[in-house]
């Protein structure tokens, strides 16, 4: 691989993770004062407006072939885990689903292997699970995740398989399609069901003459129009150049963001995190070389 070409994905994986790490809080000030289901409607209905122009373009090019695809794709990778994240937000501290969420590369190696024949190194293994402890010793340092709300749990673990089976099918099915395409067609048909979820759960019917929900209501387009439209196209291209897993080993920067945003906050960093990002980052960097 080229060194231009490898900057891009650093480049695309330090933007992924700065966004993705962001979006948790503009989750929890949607859910400041509309349910669970307005704001991931909201998240997905906004990055679906947002790309509206190009996928009324982009659906004259694309293949009939492709587009349940691409669906899927939409459905697997946005639309289910933004309610199931929504949801289990609602119950369980940051913690657990810093944990929880780091299942993604595991799961993306096991349908891989299981179901998609891909070949996997064992040095890629390897930084899988290197990462993985990382992040593990640097939640348990901050104590032991509160366990109650089991059921909630299992809804992160729910969209982390989400995530490991959309970054295989992109990887093996969507590999020629544009990333562009790929997110303005999934968005532009997940805006009906969205609407529908809103409509049904009394959003349009609600006073936004209050100041708390149009702050809600900001958060949750920002959340749509970046966390989810943008970031999208950044994740289709990472996985087409870089791969399944390494894409996926994004969700082990997330706690390094958080920490960023605390030390902005004049948080104290401790040894102890420092430890535990640097193991994190060289699980991250052996996938990468591997």
């Known amino acids: 691989m080229k060194a231009e070409d490898k900057l891009k994905n650093w480049v695309l994986f330090a933007g992924l993770s700065l966004i993705w790490g962001s979006s948790f809080i503009l989750m ?31 659906a004259r090019l694309a293949t ?11 459905l697997l990778g946005s639309f289910f885990p933004a309610f199931l ?17 780091a299942l993604t590369p595991v799961f993306t190696v096991l349908f891989g292997i299981t179901f998609f024949s891909t070949l ?13 402890t990382g992040l593990c010793l640097l939640v348990l340092g901050k104590g032991v995740p509160e366990l109650s709300y089991l059921s909630y749990a299992f809804l992160v673990v729910l969209a982390t398989v989400c995530y490991g089976l959309n970054t295989n099918v992109v990887n093996r099915y969507l590999k020629n399609v544009k990333s562009l395409e790929i997110a303005s067609l999934a968005f532009g048909m997940l805006i009906l069901p ?16 209050v100041r708390s929900l149009q702050i809600s209501v900001f958060a949750s387009c920002v959340l749509g129009a970046f966390g989810t439209a943008i970031a999208s196209i950044m994740y289709y291209l990472l996985i087409k150049s870089s791969g399944t897993i390494f894409t996926s080993m994004v969700t082990y920067a997330i706690p390094i963001v958080a920490i ?24 991250v960097a ?5």
Do not use: H
């Open 194 to 209: 969205s609407l529908l979820i809103l409509f049904f759960t009394g959003f349009f019917s609600m006073d936004f003459s």
């Open 64 to 74: 009939v072939d492709k587009l349940p695809v691409i669906l899927i794709s939409g």
């Open 260 to 283: 960023g945003w605390g030390t902005l906050s004049n948080e104290p960093v401790i040894i102890w995190e420092v430890i535990c990002l640097v193991i994190i980052l060289a699980g």
């Open 85 to 101: 994240f929504c949801i289990a937000e609602t119950r369980i501290n940051s913690a657990l689903v810093g944990i929880l969420n």
């Open 120 to 132: 996997v190194g064992a040095k890629k293994i390897l930084g899988v699970l290197i990462g993985f």
């Open 28 to 58: 929890k000030i949607g859910l400041n004062a509309l349910t669970a289901y307005q704001v991931a409607s909201l998240r997905i209905l906004s990055a679906g407006v947002l790309l509206l122009p190009v996928a009324v373009k982009k």
């Open 286 to 290: 052996l996938t990468a070389k591997s």
